[in-house]
């Protein structure tokens, strides 16, 4: 069955302790979109996220993927419809890449049974799209931050499913690191179909990689749309409260910066 | 790793026969092959010096081996268990407070009335096993809903438990109660008799089989938390499941043969360096490792000197200085991670 | 490859269960059927209740607690036990004097014992104290040893046990004159201690094992013993075991004499005179404070060796009707008659010269 709208968020106001964070979210994600989620610290980004896959539930409004609602749905089945490629983990335990990537395969597993040959065949088919397959027998823990970001991407992938949400996933990593990683993220996900969500504060990043850019303050969507109407000097000062500006370089492409340095 | 397993079988192949020819009752191992065949039936040829000795050898020795191995395999795997629930490689199997409720319960049993053998043994059970309900209730009302938190309430359980049993010990009478207690403490598989093997060893191996069935999942739990329920796993049911399986496993333990430290504790670490971190690997691997290190502890134990050395006191002398080793050297197994944070 | 998988575990749960239902088949009766006849065994009734069938003149013994041991010794049978069954302070006291006996092994340390070590020597009969953990009392069933259980918290209950291992060992006729000879101790000093009357009897406080201020309450032997040497136990009205009392309370108490008995080495005779709180206890100003002998074995542990106790403690109290009596001549005769070396022999000394 075609979708075409593969998130839809209805009246959402959710947060922590019964205190909202978030206000009125209406959102609507068209199947294989990338959206971008923006917006400065306290925002309510991240919880918007933790609404999708259920892991807050709301305190008011629904939260519908491919027309299910998450909060009426059991956490494998959950699975089976969003999976998640986190910021970064702590592993306490050294796993090698390949245990790490083969949980994916849980939501699909019976209660009692472990991935099969045929699951750590299609891991490493994962692995070569991504260009890690040679990073499977190694530890993760002893990986770099950018190509732990790339296997913890693979698990998202052997999920398998329709939404992949990224919680700041580059944030941490180097200037050259974080294009690349991102780039390839986000590049595979476009190629598989899959509807990306993605939180980022990095405005520049928004514009380049993202379809749709929405915007967030304070609890509330201040803009969201297509991220080049909606990445506009207006906005972006609105919710970063900073003089920002949406400049062009001499090769036409667009550069988010503070106003301070555009003017000079 | 087919080389690990097979070395690991033929480790405890040793142990086990190592375990069961040696001892301070003279049994010679070619007279411990004729008792086995008698048992089986394959050869009615027994020498008559034999005959005397199989009273001992099936009555005192055989169920003592089962039992120090099935134990010791139980008690490791209920330590992979507390490592990969709670996230920390420093995390025993007593962490919740089972052993302080059963060590609690046992002297209680022992004080009020000793006369019921079973007294002891079902008491260090039951208080055991309560123990870990209540640090259970009291993390479920804390808004945070966190492994730590659990941690925490298992501390104060624990010191609570630990609280009771002081009292015990300075309301007894020294000449007899307190020494009991105290031995009983001290962990020892001097009573091991086909009663107890009866009663400890279904329980201890279908809790292990159980879990190393479901092992997968524990993987998965031993990530954080939001990953784990991105992964489709309830953490908080399966968290439950895990807790009351391996409180099983510790408590049968404990109130069989009394607390046995550091085992828990080093053989999953061992297991770690060998086969890496896969739960159900690491459960398996931890098991025959740990059941036989805990036959070869305890045939030392018993053979070493005229009279028994408790088991505890083995187990610390070895296992004090090998997390010495651990954290000194900081090899393999992640004892935390090796990137900086 | 599901399907396998579960059949898989499920076979083998059932298979273990199964197993741990056989095994326990396995286990050996000790008496394997036609290998001792009737007239081999007599049948007992031991300080618990049990009904025990023991081989009649059993050649090879073993008692795993001091007070069976003593008795074995004072039924002169001490040859016949397969390791030292004498503990503490009595057993390095014998093993300085008897090389025989200190090459016997020594199987219980505390609470731990050996049972295969125990087991190779071959006992016929083990005797234990009735506070003897059940399990191991199973343990030495298991490996075909007779276990007898006796116990002796009152001088009745001592002879009782005298007489049941008397009759277990086939020496009647030592355990009567056993019996007799501690009788006559204690008439002697009842003989002596009644004439004096009642309310001239000291009062006495009697210290036991973890400081100055653990006291034998009413319900132990030691009450026995104090009343029967002619004291009041200031502490007769206390229930329990070693009861702890508060300082206040013993400067209550006002009692005439202080023993320190079974002080587990913990304090002496100088810390209790120096003892600030107690200044102004009567005993401390007399100088009233006793420490119990002695030093190669306590004589208030359970009886019957505790009548030495109670002529020591009657001469303590009344130095004047006792002057005759020498104790340590008193213990050196005890001993070698019940132990086979006199107590001087054995390195006893008295604490204070008596």
Not at chain 2, 90 to 113: E, K, N, Y
Request: charged letters at 15%; a neutral charge; glycine letters at 8%.
């Amino acid at each position: 069955m075609d979708w075409e709208v593969t998130v839809q968020i209805n009246n959402l106001t959710a947060g922590y302790g019964g205190q909202p964070v978030l206000y009125d979210i209406h959102l609507q994600v068209g199947e294989g979109r990338i959206v971008g989620l923006l917006g400065p610290n306290g925002s309510g980004k991240t919880t918007l996220m933790r609404c999708i896959n259920s892991i807050i539930k709301p305190l008011q409004g629904e939260v519908q993927v491919r027309g299910q609602n998450v909060n009426k749905l059991d956490r494998m089945h959950i699975a089976r419809l969003v999976s998640l490629v986190p910021q970064k983990t702590s592993a306490v335990f050294s796993y090698s890449c390949e245990d790490m990537i083969i949980m994916g395969m849980t939501p699909r597993l019976n209660l009692w049974s472990k991935p099969g040959r045929a699951a750590h065949a299609r891991a490493r088919q994962v692995c070569e799209e991504i260009g890690i397959a040679d990073l499977l027998e190694h530890s993760f823990n002893q990986l770099s931050g950018g190509q732990q970001q790339l296997v913890l991407l693979a698990r998202a992938l052997l999920q398998n499913t329709p939404v992949m949400l990224l919680d700041e996933p580059t944030s941490h990593l180097d200037f050259s690191n974080q294009h690349r990683v991102l780039g390839l993220m986000l590049g595979m996900a476009r190629s598989r179909g899959v509807t990306s969500i993605i939180t980022l504060h990095d405005p520049n990043l928004a514009l380049y990689y993202c379809d749709e850019v929405v915007i967030l303050k304070e609890g509330r969507i201040i803009a969201g749309g297509q991220s080049r109407q909606v990445m506009n000097t207006s906005n972006l000062c609105q919710a970063f409260g900073e003089n920002i500006e949406v400049d062009s370089t001499g090769k036409g492409l667009r550069v988010v910066v503070p106003r301070t340095i555009a003017v000079s | 790793m087919k080389k690990i397993w097979i070395a690991l079988l033929v480790f405890a192949v040793i142990s086990v026969i190592a375990a069961l020819c040696l001892g301070r009752y003279p049994i010679h191992p070619g007279e411990v092959l004729c008792l086995l065949l008698a048992k089986l039936g394959l050869t009615n040829w027994l020498p008559g010096a034999v005959e005397e000795k199989s009273i001992v050898f099936w009555n005192i020795r055989f169920p003592r081996v089962i039992l120090s191995f099935v134990v010791g395999a139980g008690i490791s795997v209920a330590g992979c268990i507390f490592q990969a629930l709670f996230r920390n490689p420093l995390a025993a199997p007593d962490i919740l407070g089972v052993s302080a409720g059963a060590c609690f319960g046992a002297a209680l049993a022992m004080m009020v009335f000793p006369q019921f053998v079973l007294g002891i043994h079902g008491m260090a059970f039951g208080v055991g096993t309560f123990a870990v309900f209540l640090a259970f209730t009291l993390a479920s009302r804390s808004p945070s809903q966190s492994a730590a938190v659990l941690v925490l309430a298992g501390i104060v359980v624990a010191a609570l438990f630990q609280a009771g049993l002081s009292l015990l010990m300075y309301l007894a009478n020294p000449y007899d109660q307190l020494a009991r207690i105290v031995f009983w403490i001290m962990g020892s598989f001097q009573v091991a008799s086909w009663d107890k093997v009866q009663v400890v060893v279904p329980v201890l191996v279908s809790c292990m089989l159980l879990v190393v069935a479901f092992g997968w999942r524990l993987n998965i739990l031993s990530q954080e938390d939001e990953e784990a329920l991105a992964l489709g796993v309830d953490v908080k049911k399966w968290r439950v499941f895990y807790v009351i399986i391996s409180t099983l496993l510790v408590a049968s333990s404990v109130s069989a043969v009394g607390t046995i430290s550091w085992l828990g504790l080093i053989i999953p670490h061992i297991s770690r360096f060998l086969v890496g971190s896969e739960q159900r690997r690491l459960m398996a691997v931890s098991a025959i490792l740990g059941g036989s290190l805990m036959l070869l502890m305890d045939t030392c134990a018993r053979s070493l000197f005229e009279s028994e050395i408790p088991i505890s006191i083995v187990t610390s002398l070895i296992g004090a200085p090998f997390l010495a080793y651990l954290v000194l050297s900081r090899k393999g197994g992640g004892l935390g991670s090796d990137r900086p944070n | 490859m599901k399907r396998t998988c579960t059949t898989r575990w499920v076979f083998l749960l059932v298979a273990v269960l199964i197993a741990s239902l056989i095994l326990p088949g396995c286990g050996q009766k000790s008496d394997p059927a036609g290998s001792t006849t009737p007239a081999d065994t007599i049948t007992i009734t031991d300080q618990m209740g049990r009904t025990v069938e023991v081989p009649t003149q059993p050649e090879k013994i073993s008692a795993l607690h001091h007070f069976g041991g003593k008795i074995v010794f004072a039924l002169g049978q001490q040859d016949k036990a397969v390791d030292q069954v004498l503990y503490g302070m009595e057993g390095e006291a014998m093993a300085k004097v008897d090389p025989e006996f200190a090459a016997r092994p020594l199987f219980s340390q505390g609470k731990g014992f050996n049972v295969e070590g125990l087991a190779a020597r071959k006992p016929q009969v083990a005797f234990v104290y009735t506070s003897f953990e059940k399990d191991q009392m199973q343990q030495l069933e298991n490996a075909g040893i007779k276990v007898v259980a006796i116990q002796g918290e009152t001088l009745e209950e001592s002879y009782e046990a005298v007489r049941l291992m008397a009759r277990v060992l086939g020496c009647e006729e030592q355990g009567e004159a056993y019996i007799k000879d501690c009788q006559r101790l204690c008439t002697m000093v009842s003989e002596r201690v009644s004439k004096v009357p009642q309310e001239q009897h000291p009062r006495v406080m009697f210290c036991g094992p973890k400081d100055i201020f653990t006291v034998a309450s009413g319900e132990m032997l030691q009450n026995t013993m104090i009343e029967m040497a002619g004291g009041k136990n200031v502490a007769t009205n206390v229930k329990g075991f070693w009861a702890s009392v508060s300082p206040e309370q013993v400067v209550a108490w006002q009692p005439d004499v202080i023993i320190l008995g079974s002080s587990l080495d913990m304090y002496s005779v100088e810390d209790v005179l120096e003892n600030p709180s107690l200044k102004s206890v009567k005993a401390v100003e007399n100088q009233q404070v006793y420490t119990f002998p002695s030093n190669i074995g306590w004589w208030d542990y359970p009886a019957p060796h505790c009548v030495l106790g109670i002529v020591y403690l009657a001469k303590t109290l009344y130095p004047e009707e006792f002057k005759d009596v020498d104790v340590t001549a008193v213990a050196d005769d005890f001993y070698q008659k019940y132990l086979g070396y006199s107590f001087t022999d054995m390195g006893g000394k008295l604490p204070q010269a008596r």
